[in-house]
């Protein structure tokens, strides 16, 4: 029998979160979109250019994407999912905001760190465009722009689950 990776060890070694607990994949993707709107802020009040938060944004993709893969050792991968199920899924997450956000973008389908830095690129894409849509309403609030965001992870967290769409969070 495989033990959980996110159980204690017998050796006693302290456990590793997990990429089979829903709670662990939401939170990945709800401090990613934590640190969007952290970087939305500072280049709005002028503390950040625009281009230093583009390439944070293009780096937090690729770590949570190396997460997601099973690449970081920080978390235990999903077996049989972590890869290019987990990334095909999530590049499924928002097909036509994905295919918006890509248009013209030479993809590698088959390569899963290619699709995956995809699948996360377009997710905190997705994440800028849930906020943008609450500023351009009369009504906005800093409760309307968390839920707009808590939205967007919802989503994605669930696409990267084993149990992609069929298991809520």
Known sequence: ???????????GSLPRPGLDDARVVRQLFEMAAEEVLYRLVAVAGGRMSADRARDMDDALAKHLARALMGE?????PAAGWSGLPCARSLAAADRAFYDEVLAGVPGEPDNPRVLMVQATTVFYRAVYAAIRRE??????SPESVRAAMAEVVDRYALAAMPAAGGQAL
């Open 1 to 11: 029998m495989q033990q959980n990776p996110s159980q204690p060890s017998a050796d």
């Open 72 to 76: 970081n050792p920080e978390f235990a």
């Open 135 to 140: 500023f351009d309403r009369e009504s906005v």
